[in-house]
Every structure is written in C-alpha cells, then in structure tokens.
C-alpha cells in the first residue's frame, strides 16, 4: 500500500510533534517553563488544525491518526512531565528522596494510553472517555507558568498528587463533554456554551491563574453530567 507521508495534514501534526519536543528541551535543558508552555499552546493549535485540514481537503487515514497519535504523546505527554519534574525540582520537600521526582513521568504513560484507548474506541467522536491528554497537558504546564511568572508555589508531594491525579483522569471511565458543535443553536449546546462563556471571562479577569482552574472545571463539571447521566439512566 502506498503512503503519502507529507500531506498538509502530516506537516500540521509534525508541526504538533516539533514544538514538543522543543517545549521539553525548553523544560528540562533550560529550565524555562514560560516558553514550554507557550510551545505547548502552539502544539495545542497544530493539533486542533491538522482534524479539520484533514477532512476540509479529503485526506483523512489511519496514516494521520496514528502520526497524531504520536506526536501528541510528546506534546501532551512527555512535555507535560518534564514541566511537572523541573517545578518538582524548584519546589520545597521534606520527606521523599530526590529519585522520587522521576515519577512524574506517569503523565507520559497515562497519555499513551489514554492516546491508544482513543484510537480504537469508536464512541469517542462525540464526547470523551477521560480527561483529553491536550486538557491534562495544559493544566499541569500552567503550573509550571505559574510558578515561574506568580510565585506559585507547591510542596513536592503536591507535585506527585497532580501527575497521579491527572493521569487517572485521562484513563479514567468519565465521559467529558467534547467542544465540538454539530450547529452552532443554543439548544443541545447549552453546556458547551455557558462553559466556554464562562471560561473566557474567567480568563479576562485573572488571566493565567484561570487556566488550570478552567481545567478542573471542565472536568468536575463532566464527571457531574457523567454521573448524573448514570443516575437517570439506573431508574
């Protein structure tokens, strides 16, 4: 079978892919988690970019899902963890010995699998099995911005608690509402809306400091539907 391997599409996913693995030589090379992160929302932006290319110009295949694939576990798996593992190095601990700091890199392995679960699991076009890897990603390099840029400070302990937490998350059986809209109506899309409505201005007024609030939001608020679903569901 011949492959055509640089399609607009590709180049947009190794565009995903190359900031990356610069935004992890950033972290963990020069220490700075300011320009990991934006590397970070520039991967974030070619990710989102290469699905709709793909479809617009008629060159989806299992070529470009598994590329994407790939590259997101560099984007939103490796980068992530090395951020987690620099803020775990700059953070104060009392208890836990400095080898302790490399088990942040569970991030990396819950996102493959949660990247390989996604690939085989056709009811996932609609909404979510667990937390996104791009949404887990963000949330724990805005730690590492907000660290360097506002002071932020965590015990190290606090730092192992969110890679543990996250990387459940994103293997986790919660179903997270995806912000893809069929029409662009106000019913059907209510939540989609009133959180995107709600993301942004939380956004306006504290500005970084709402990036991982919006985060756990997003998936507090899931795991309500989730379960409240289930609930109605079971009568």
Not at 6 to 13: A, K, R
Not at 41 to 60: I, K, N, S, Y
Not at 69 to 91: E, H, K, N, T, Y
Not at 150 to 178: C, H, K, N
């Amino acid at each position: 079978m011949k492959v055509k391997l640089f399609t607009i599409p590709n180049l947009l996913t190794l565009g995903n892919l190359l900031c990356g693995a610069s935004g992890v030589v950033a972290a963990l090379w020069q220490g700075d988690l300011t320009l990991a992160f934006a590397l970070m929302l520039v991967a974030a932006g070619f990710d989102f970019c290469d699905g709709l290319v793909a479809r617009a110009l008629g060159q989806e295949g299992p070529m470009g899902i598994q590329l994407d694939s790939l590259a997101d576990d560099i984007s939103f798996g490796l980068l992530p963890a090395a951020v987690l593992f620099v803020l775990w190095q700059r953070m104060p601990g009392a208890w836990l010995p400095p080898s302790a700091g490399f088990g942040v890199f569970v991030v990396a392995a819950f996102a493959a699998l949660r990247l390989a679960k996604f690939n085989i699991d056709p009811t996932q076009h609609t909404e979510f099995c667990g937390l996104p890897s791009p949404a887990a990603a963000i949330f724990c390099a805005s730690l590492g911005l907000l660290a360097e840029r506002q002071g932020l400070t965590l015990p190290r302990e606090a730092v192992l608690v969110v890679a543990l937490g996250v990387g459940l998350l994103m293997i986790s059986p919660v179903r997270m509402f995806a912000l893809k809209f069929r029409s662009y109506g106000w019913r059907g899309n209510e939540v989609r809306y009133s959180f995107v409505i709600c993301s942004v201005a939380a956004l306006v007024v504290w500005r970084w400091w709402a990036v991982p609030a919006v985060v756990a939001a997003y998936a507090g608020l899931s795991a309500v539907l989730w379960l409240a679903g289930r609930c109605g569901s079971s009568k």
